[in-house]
């Protein structure tokens, strides 16, 4: 069911929802990017619709605001456990882009449907509701529609932005010169909206249907480019910083840590940490060895994983096309230029 929004009917909304719920959107964060006078935007809770960014894609994915980065699993002592209560009380609710719900799905698809389900990781995610931020434009380093993850209809509610007179897209502050179309798929949602007599019309989530980056998947991606020399190029520029693991929405590696209390040694929690297959000790094993000493063998692990080892395993790419490791990194290493790189290799017989 669609409606037709002034800004003010947006506002009600917003805070109608909030009386049951914790909201989650990309926010911008004054003075904390990543150099001095910057601005980063990234998810946190927010409690007014005007907090949300809807000009610029969020630096960091939306992963922290489902699963947290540093998650207390249990408590012990030298007798006994106890579980950790949930991180969150109330149900949520996301905004999110459409490459990041494609991206909540690969998360489902690793740590629910693969295997034994991770119970930590239910609890949590059993209590969303996502709404999409419909995308008129796209940004300047995504390239979702190579991936197909432009558009999506695995939303709860869906919401577009409609620019009115000589009001911008970006003003939202001004309010009164801004409407919003809103397709809901969620009864709650729905009820809130009749309640208010709102005008209905059809509404298509707006999606994003050509980008500047455009990336080409090559077919065939098998242990023929394991030691492949392509890869040695990486062990230079790579540092093993990790920025890319962090800021994808994909990555679903975490390291597991005892934390001992110091007023007694035999009690502490066990957490678990998000972590990354591209930083030094990752792919340690026992008896001092590793799977994966160099940095450009870590990026080949990462790179084919994305694009061909999880869709062997569960029929599409991991990767959605964001674009956040090409803007993240500090050495302008381009995954998305590493692809084409295969991809042209592959044509041309190499």
């Known amino acids: 069911m669609g409606y037709q929004l002034k800004h003010g009917d947006m506002e009600q909304v917003f805070d109608r929802l909030t009386s049951g719920y914790d909201i989650y959107g990309p926010v911008r964060m004054k003075g904390e990017g990543m150099y001095s006078d910057t601005d980063v935007v990234r998810y946190g809770r927010i409690h007014t619709f005007e907090e949300l960014e809807w000009e610029v894609k969020s630096h960091y994915s939306f992963k922290e605001a489902v699963l947290p980065i540093t998650q207390i699993l249990f408590y012990f002592t030298e007798h006994e456990m106890k579980e950790a209560e949930p991180e969150r009380q109330k149900p949520a609710i996301l905004f999110m882009r459409s490459c990041d719900i494609h991206a909540i799905k690969r998360l489902d698809q690793v740590y629910l449907n693969h295997g034994a389900e991770d119970y930590y990781y239910r609890r949590l995610r059993e209590r969303v509701r996502l709404v999409l931020m419909g995308c008129a434009h796209t940004c300047e380093s995504g390239f979702c529609v190579s991936m197909g993850t432009n558009q999506t209809r695995d939303y709860d509610g869906a919401v577009n932005m409609v620019e009115a007179g000589d009001i911008q897209a ?71 910083c990790g920025r890319c693991n962090f800021v994808c929405p994909t990555c679903t590696c975490f390291t597991m840590q005892d934390i001992f209390y110091q007023d007694n040694e035999n009690a502490g929690e066990r957490r678990r940490v998000h972590a990354s297959c591209m930083v030094d000790g990752y792919s340690d094993v026992a008896g001092g060895g590793s799977c994966r000493k160099n940095n450009g063998e870590r990026m080949r692990f990462k790179v084919l994983h994305k694009i061909s080892d999880f869709k062997k395993k569960f029929g599409y790419q991991m990767c959605v096309g964001c674009g956040r490791c090409d803007d993240i990194c500090p050495e302008y290493i381009s995954f998305s230029a590493c692809v084409n790189k295969l991809a042209d290799m592959e044509k041309e017989g190499r």
Do not use: F
């Open 170 to 240: 970006g003003d939202i502050q001004g309010g009164e010169g801004i409407r919003w179309k809103l397709d809901s798929r969620w009864q709650a949602l729905t009820e809130i909206l009749e309640s208010m007599k709102l005008p209905e019309q059809d509404v298509q989530p707006d999606y994003v249907r050509e980008n500047q980056v455009k990336v080409r998947l090559p077919e065939n991606c098998g242990p023929e480019l394991t030691g492949h020399p392509v890869w040695k190029e990486y062990d230079s520029r790579c540092i093993a």
